[in-house]
């Protein structure tokens, strides 16, 4: 065989072997191990490559910003921080039409920009938003799907976890990644709250319509206090974390140290976190990095392998002697990761297809940080989509609430699904959007 038909044959084999059930870093290591071994006809060969790439993977201080904004991310949830970024964003909103579910978005909003984790999002919001949003007269299907659609703002609004899984495999800036997410996050949020008001105002049978709540009593004094109280601690972390990257203060990785203590004390000065909360946060954080280190790992010995077998090459090549031009490219990425979000996760998704397009994505000259957006944007349409929307997943177990179905949250969050793509297309017709604050 070529390394055409190996590169080609190892693509098949990896979808095989993660359709059937394998863990996706382990399916990337065997396919990687034995594409080599075939490339190279030799087993120690295959085994010294592998190894080289594992040692190299990790061994970049970049990749310490993974367990540090994980770390910050975890803490900022187990301090329930999302209820009180909810009780605020339901101040403002309230008097609206949708008023709950634009809360909701503005709650997460804030939210994501100091977790960067869709599915902490997702599991929050579930507890504290949709409980309230039924009660009030909102359907149950609406609710899960407006906190649904509004979690994966936590993978675009920085910082984000898949935007710096895409800065380590595409060898990019994270800190650039970063700045290219703001715009994108939040005309993301912004367009869910206008579509909150329009089905709310178009379509009433599948909202629901609430009862008018009493307004409890209380001085304006009293609510800028409490709201102040609530809120200031989560803006100035915001402030600290992602104002200390764009003015050039930190790197990325020192950001999410001063992050993570920033959450602790926060968490701690909120009495909300005890020793036994922080060590079962660090525990958890290292089970989520070791499970981030082997996708890594693997993904890079999925690289070399690709690499050796020379099908990334004759892949950019092929789409450039078609002339498929940019666009025409961007067409059918898209639509290849909208179709992988329906039986693979996110990171999976990216792991797989990035060490691929992204040589031919710098070929055609294509800006790899909005290239980026893009990626995560389309990707993170999968975690609403069926059979495998993961976030839907996660709502559906954090809901203990045998009267909401899984079906009810993937309908509910159809609306949204398709607002993203709007959204996409249009960070696809105008670059600017991503990249004008570079």
């Known amino acids: 065989m070529s390394g055409i038909e190996i590169g080609l044959a190892s693509l098949a084999a990896l979808l095989v072997l993660i359709y059937a ?40 201080y970049l990749f310490g910003v993974v367990p540090l904004f994980v770390l910050m991310g975890l803490v900022v949830s187990r301090a329930d921080i999302g209820r009180d970024t909810f009780d605020v964003a339901n101040r403002v909103f309230h008097r609206l039409r949708g008023g709950l579910g634009m809360a909701t978005v503005g709650a997460n909003s804030i939210f994501a920009a100091i977790t960067g984790i869709s599915i902490a999002s997702a599991a929050v919001f579930a507890k504290v938003a949709v409980p309230e949003m039924v009660r009030i007269g909102y359907t149950r299907r609406f609710a899960a799907g407006v906190v649904a659609g509004s979690s994966i703002l936590g993978m675009m609004i920085p910082p984000s976890l898949l935007l710096i899984l895409y800065g380590i495999i595409a060898e990019q800036s994270v800190g650039r990644l970063f700045i290219a997410g703001i715009m994108p996050g939040l005309l993301l949020a912004f367009a869910f709250c206008v579509g909150i008001y329009l089905m709310a105002r178009l379509a009433p049978g599948f909202t629901g319509t609430p009862v008018p709540q009493e307004a409890r009593k209380i001085s304006l004094l009293a609510m800028i206090a409490d709201s102040s109280v609530k809120l200031v601690p989560i803006v100035l972390l915001v402030a600290l974390v992602l104002g200390g990257i764009y003015g050039g203060i930190f790197t990325p990785t020192e950001a999410g140290a001063i992050g993570a203590l920033g959450a602790i004390l926060i968490a701690v000065a909120k009495r909300r976190m005890g020793p036994r909360t922080l060590w079962g946060v660090t525990l958890e954080t290292g089970h989520i990095t070791a499970a981030i280190c082997f996708l890594i790992i693997a993904a890079t010995m999925y690289s070399r392998m690709l690499a050796l077998s020379g099908l990334p090459a004759f892949l950019t090549q092929w789409i450039i002697g078609v002339d498929l031009g940019i666009y025409g490219f961007l067409a059918f990425y898209v639509l290849v990761l909208i179709l992988l979000g329906t039986i693979l996760d996110s990171s999976s998704i990216m792991l797989i297809t990035l060490p691929l397009v992204v040589p031919i994505a710098a070929a055609l000259q294509i800006d790899l940080i909005w290239f980026g957006i893009i990626t995560v944007l389309a990707v993170e ?58």
């Open 21 to 60: 059930g394998l863990h996706v870093s382990i399916a990337l290591a065997l396919v990687s191990f034995f594409g080599i071994w075939a490339l190279r006809d030799n087993p120690d060969h295959a085994a010294r490559i592998l190894s080289l790439a594992a040692r190299e993977s990790i061994s970049s």
């Open 381 to 438: 349409i999968g975690l609403l989509t069926p059979p495998l929307g993961l976030s839907v997943y996660v709502i559906k177990g954090a809901l203990d609430d045998p009267t909401i179905s899984l079906n009810d949250v993937f309908i509910g969050a159809a609306p949204f699904a398709l607002i993203m793509l709007l959204i996409l297309i249009l960070i696809i017709a105008f670059p600017p959007i991503a990249i004008g604050l570079l």
